[in-house]
């Protein structure tokens, strides 16, 4: 008797749950997709979020917006984090790291690629041309120039020079800045309803030669299900491939989690598995598949650029975990 009412009280609850999930998601389902959306990474997001929004407006799709919006900031010279004029690894080359994913989780990245100026260019090149998702160094680069992209020198004479500078000390000291420039991530809503994101970077500045971080590792430094929404990373990399960031931020949005709640969930995860002290910087945009959005960061200092039918292109400051 107490057997078959454990049961039934047990399948009751697992009924209701049931229940209780499909209201959840009839109420989701119904909710309007905020369309097109971009939203991108630091100050610099706000450059890259103008191209991607022009093209989102004239109905193309989010996976040639995150590539073209991205791309602006690899040529510029003046962004030392991303692409041209990025700063080099302590031996003096620049290496950089890109990834690109859609909807359907079709992905491509390329890490340790050096003389290209658009990686994630080339990281799309992987996706629809190869049967692989990442290609690395010689092998990567090789590829690229098959593809027809140009051999380039990247160290411009302002990163050589600050690279010299470095090296009067040579302190090694993975160095990410809490300041407005480093890597560009993207995430994009097209009208379609289709999300997609980009991530490109040169690393963390004087890095070991052959250092690679999380932004060319799907799940680390970028993740999209096209069921749920996307996530995308910045700060030290090796942060976020410890905790698969970009992926498990989605993963708390498929459980439930709002954006901003799932950007905090892993922010507090980072606080915690570095014992609260001496955190490295790590933060997060994110974007679920109706167009809420959230960010999060360790420390004060992140921003991200948000563009929307509401919302003209505007750099906001990220929500932050710890004041010291
Ligand atoms: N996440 C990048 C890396 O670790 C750097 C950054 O975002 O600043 O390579």
Redesign the pocket.
Known sequence: MEQSRKEFFKKSVLGLGVITAACESAAKGSQQIQKPLVIS?WDHGKLANEVSWKMLKEGKSSLDAVEAGVMIVESDPEAR?VGLGGYPDRDGFVTL?ASIMDHDSRCGSVAFLQHIENPIAVARKVMEETPHVMLVGEGALQFALEQGFEKINLLTEKSKKDWEKWLEKSKYE?V??IENH??I?MLAIDNDGRISGSCT????SY?MHG?????PIIGA?LFIDGEIGGAV??????E?IRTASAAMIVEQMRHGADPQEACDEIVDRIIRKNGGKDVP?A?FIAVDKYGNYGGGSVHKGFTYAICTNEIENTIKKAKFKLTS
Request: charged fraction near 20%; aromatic fraction near 0%; hydrophobic fraction near 25%.
């Open positions: 990474t984090t790291d993975p990410i800045n480093d890597t991530g970077t040169s690393g963390a890095k250092r690679v971080g999380d932004s430094g990373a910045t700060g030290l990399g090796e976020m910087q933060a």
